[in-house]
Each structure stands twice: as structure tokens, then as C-alpha cells.
């Protein structure tokens, strides 16, 4: 953990004006240093008779961006930041902060303490809290709907998104934007407050009329779109009807109830592991500076090379596109126009935007046109002679020192890498699907990779917006890198379970009541069950290894998922919710007729049990074998890949709500039944034996 510096806090005197200036980086979050500091440098400028006014600022490359969410689990503070929300703001002499950066949670609670804002224009402020599974709980929830009205408040605390100072200037919760040097605008705006400012009093004397009705309203549309509304945004609109209701003090007390339970639940503690994990996992071992990036090649404009253009587009790059002939030219071209035109329709780009975006778009067919690339991806079908093909002629036109990537799930990638002539700058990048959407990619390793090729690649991912996870990758460890064989193995297991005598309906139940968005039968019908069969097909089975033939003989009477209007579900035409398909079931009883298996009947806990001790041990294997370097990289890959809910951590983050031993044992009574996916990794066996947890790893 990093230790906060040991005077975080300075106070400064410009004439009459005084600044508490806030430097604990990297973004200045108000840890308990911190919040003593400012109490202390507040009280000191209140007493001095020869300062008019405070300025509240912050150096480095934010205004604190929240509370320091790795004080959480520890004992308590004083002063806590509510506390020192309520000093500022019932300081007899003018305060005002000055925000730049990511004013967010916290920091923006500390900046609503004040009695005034004035933010830089590339400023962005908002309360994501309920990321963390909790509530603003420094007055937030009173001082937000006080300012800008409870609709905009909910909204804002609901949703968790930042917005831009020029909107919260709008929106009324920012007094003041500049464009200029934002200290000396703070202190000009300082030294005209010698006028009463508004007090505590003052905004605690507000009506909404419509207020109740857009919290009772907020609040709805909250439980219909999750079907289960969090803990978290619930507290959020009761906070809100508060601040409405009854005075500042009580409004105060009850969202700090609210934000202690909050804290305790064990979504937050889901969610705030899934926020380190996340930020872990982004440091790799490999400290060579990257390379330069300002032209991305990507050959190949089906559905992934495209996605991966709009990705690279949407965050400034210059993009040359390959694809095979006119048609190929077109198809992309229609794919990444579509995108545009919908970003356009629903307003989060204007045609002036999208236009601007396209001009940085060269669509070719020519792959000699790649020799100015920084970083060429190479994302055409997963077949390994058409890979091994192109990767050579990239090979031979990228320029010397440019980073080459393969965008393969499965392939041996040091092969691949060989292809291109220079394996040493060649790397994996696995996008996810849709990948101008999905925010996670694993960035393969093979031994030979060249430190500053992995470094440019890891940096590629960061400036693309997205969260990239280390895949060590060595030839002879088993094929695709974390998540593909997280998920190959949850599948197998469902189908063992749909073997023995569970129905799709009952697997896809227990996994959403899980959390998952859909089960493991519904994802399967939404990508197309061939897909999945042509890649049990091509890849090496042992013979002794469990394989369950149900998905073939799906595939066989050509009902492939969604596409066919047929799969585990059908699909009436035009309807994006299946029912259940009685042939299948047909089916699935008699190929365990045929198999001579007698039909077992499984409850939805058991289902969901197997399946999460399956994933844990996929998970052990993989660090086992060290192509996943710390539990929480598993954990990132499976929330953001594959949807595992945020709010329970990932598979190895609860996994240790149990204990390896346990899981072993739970594994070995299951183990006779499929020894390819139940025989406990090892790892699990030195963590049992050793008494320690996957956190210990971390
Ligand atoms: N507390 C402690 N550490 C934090 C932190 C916080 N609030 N926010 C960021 N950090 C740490 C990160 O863990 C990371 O540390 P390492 O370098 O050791 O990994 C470092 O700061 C840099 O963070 P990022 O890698 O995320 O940097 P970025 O530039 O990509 O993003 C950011 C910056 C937008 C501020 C992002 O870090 C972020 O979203 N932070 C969380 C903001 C947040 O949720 N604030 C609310 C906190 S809860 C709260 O305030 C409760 C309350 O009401 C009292």
C-alpha cells in the first residue's frame, strides 16, 4: 500500500486570500492525512484575521478523485469527511473550490461543502459511488439535490457518470468555468466574495414541488431495469426523498447510516476487489517504455476488425483497415458507417463528430499500404493457414520496429508468431466482442516477446479506454488464455449437468439468479451454436476426456441458436427472448436413453454451485500454470468478458467466502465423473495444504 505523504495538505496566503492546496498523489484522495490536513489549514485561515476568503485546490493531475476507498476497511478517521464537508461549509469566511481533473465521490462532496465552484474546462465531476456498492456519504445525497434539484441529483448519483464542468455549470452545480489559469481565476473569483455567502440555512430552505413524484419515479424505472434493484440506489433515492423532507442534519445522519451499511454489504466488497483487480492487473512486468503509436493497421473488417477500427478511432488514432476485394472494402465500410450512424441518431456524436472520425479511416485492400503502421492487428477468421498466411505478409510490409498482434482466441501463438518473421514483436491482442464496446482484452505474452513490444501493446489498450489482462502463453499450455478456458470449462460443466438430467431452462435459471445476464445456453444461442462446434471439432481431444455429444446433435438438425431461430430456445420471428425448444428436450432424453444415463434431478443451488467451483478450478489451473499472473487478473477477465456479476468479485474473489480445502473436497467427490475438468489444480492443493486463500495471491 502506498503511504500518503506526510504533509499532504499546505496552507498558502495570496494577499487575502488563502489556498489549502491538496498534493497526495496520484489522485489526491482524501485519506485521513489529508482530511486532518485541510481541517487544520481551515481553522488556521478561519482565525487569521487578514484572510477574506478560501480557496480549496489541488495539485497534480486532480482535484481529489473520492475518498481513499483502501481506508475502508479499516477503523475510522477523524475527522470523517462528512464532518469536514460540514466545517467547510459552516466556515464563516467564503470558500470556494477549485476543481480540475476528475473531481469525483469525495471530492466532489468536499467541493458541494464549499460555497462556491469554479472548475477548468476539461474538468469532469460526478459521484460514481455506486460502482463501489455504496452512496455518496459525505452530504452528497443532502447537497446535490439542494444545488441542481432531486431529479438531476438521482440521475446523477444513479447513473455514476461524470459530466463535463461545462454541463455542471448548466446543471447549477458549478459556479463558475475557465478556460485560463484555473488557481489565479479561483483566487480573482475569492477576492469579489467579501458578500455574504450562501449558508447552510439558506440551502436547507428549498421546495421541490415535482421532487417526490421524480423520486417515486427514479425509483421504478430503477426496479423494472434490473428486475432487483441495487442496495445501493435505493438508499440513494430514500437519501434523496429525504433531503426533500426534513432538515439538513437528519437528511445528513440518515445517509450516513445508509452509507454504512452499505459499505458492509458484500456487493461493495464484490465491487471494490473488482476496482483493484481491475487496476492490478493493468501492471504488467514488463517496464520497457512503449514504442510511439499513432497509426493502427487492422487486417480483416468482419465484425471484430471493425469493432477493433471504431475502438481505435473513437479514442484519435489513425486507422488503416485491409480487407479482401470491393465486397470485403464495402462490407467493413457499411459495418463501421452503421456504427457512426447510430452514435449520430442517438446523440452521443454530431454528424460533424462522426464525419471528423471517419476522415482518420484508410479502407484498403492493399496490404503494402501498412508500412507507416505503429501496431498492425491482424483479425481475420480463426483458421490457422489463413493466420499463418496473412501474419507472414505482415510480416514482410510492416516497418521495422512497429508492434504485430494477433487477435487469435485459440492458436498457438508462438507458432503464429514465428509466422511474421519477427516473433520478438509480435504479441497477442484478444479483443472481446463487440469490441468497440467490451472493454477488456488480454494481451498474450510468449517467451520470446519483446518487452517494449508488450509495453506498446498494454499501452495501446490504455489509450483505447480499456482494461488490458497479461496472458503468459508458452507452447503446450493448454489452448486459448484465460477466459476462453475459464469458459470452456463452465460450459463442459453445464453440459455434464444437461447430461445427467437438468433441462437448459434450469441451468440459465440458476445462473441468472446468480447474477448473470443470461445462462450458459442462452449465450450459447446468441453466438451461434456453430461456432462453438467447429471449434470442438478442430481441436485434440484425449480420449479418456469427458465430452458430452448434445451440442452436436443440436448443431446436426441445423439449429443453431438465435440466427436459425432455433437452438436451445426457439425464437419466433422477431422476438429476441426464446422459449423453450420441446425438440431439444426431446433430444437430450433420448441421447441419455441411448448413453443408458438415469435422469437426475438437480437443484437450482447445486447447479450454480457446480458451476462456480468449476470456474474456481479452471481459475487455479490457470495459475497454476502461470498464464494468469494473481487471482484478481481471473476475476477481471470473467467480469468484464463474460459477465460475471461486478458485485460478487469473480470467481476466485469468492471462492475464498469458503476455503481451498473445502473446495477441494467438493471437487474430489465429483472428480471420478470427469477427471479433464474436476481433478483439483495443484495450486488448490498447496493453498488447502498451506491454510492460506486466493487474497493471499493477489
Ligand atoms: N482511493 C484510493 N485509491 C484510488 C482512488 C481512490 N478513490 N482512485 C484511484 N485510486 C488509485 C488507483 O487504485 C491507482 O492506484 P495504483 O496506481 O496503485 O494502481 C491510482 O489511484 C491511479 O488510478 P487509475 O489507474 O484508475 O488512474 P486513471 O487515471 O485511469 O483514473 C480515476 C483516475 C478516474 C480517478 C479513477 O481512478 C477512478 O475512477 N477512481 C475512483 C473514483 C471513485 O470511485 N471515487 C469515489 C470514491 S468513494 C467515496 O468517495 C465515498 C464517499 O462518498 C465518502
Redesign the pocket.
Known sequence: M?QAPKHPVRLERQGSIALIVIENP??N??GGAVRRGIAAALSAAEANPLVTAIVICANG??FP??????EFNQPAQEPG?GQLCTMIETCSKPVVAALHG?A????L?LAMGAHFRIASTDARVGL??I??G?L???G?TQRLPRLVGAELAMDMMLAGAPVSAGIAAEMGLIDRVTGGDLREAAVAFARELSMPHPTAEQRGQFSDANAYMAATKARRAELKQTGQASRAALKIIDCVEAALLVPIETGLEMERAA?EECLRSPESQGMRHA??AE??A??FPEDAPPRDISRIGIVGGGMMGAGIAIACLQRGFDVTLVEQGESGVNTALERIGTHYERAIAKGRLSEAQGAAALTHLQLTTKLDTLGDADVIIEAVGEDEELKLRILKEIGDQARQGAVLATNTSYLDLMRLAQATGRPNDTVGLHFFAPAQVNKLVEVAVHDDADASAVSTAQALVKRLGKVAVRAKVSSGVGAGYIGNRVLEAYRLAADILLEEGATPQQIDTAMRGFGFKMGPYQVADMSGLDIAHARRQSSPRDADARYVEIADKIVAQGWLGQKTHRGYYVYPEGARDGVPNGDVLKLIAAHRAENGITEQSFTEAEIRDTLLLTMVNAGAQLLTEGVAARPGDVDTVMIHGFGYPRSRGGPMFEADTTTPALIMRRLEALQAQAPNLWTPAPLLRELARERRKFADLN
Open positions: 502506498k496520484p489522485v484522495a482524501l493531475r486532480t478523485a473520492g475518498a481513499d476507498i483502501r469527511l476528475t469525483l465521490g469525495g471530492g462532496e460514481p459511488e460502482n463501489l455504496i455518496p456519504g459525505a452528497g452509507f476496482f483493484f487496476r492490478a493493468a501492471k
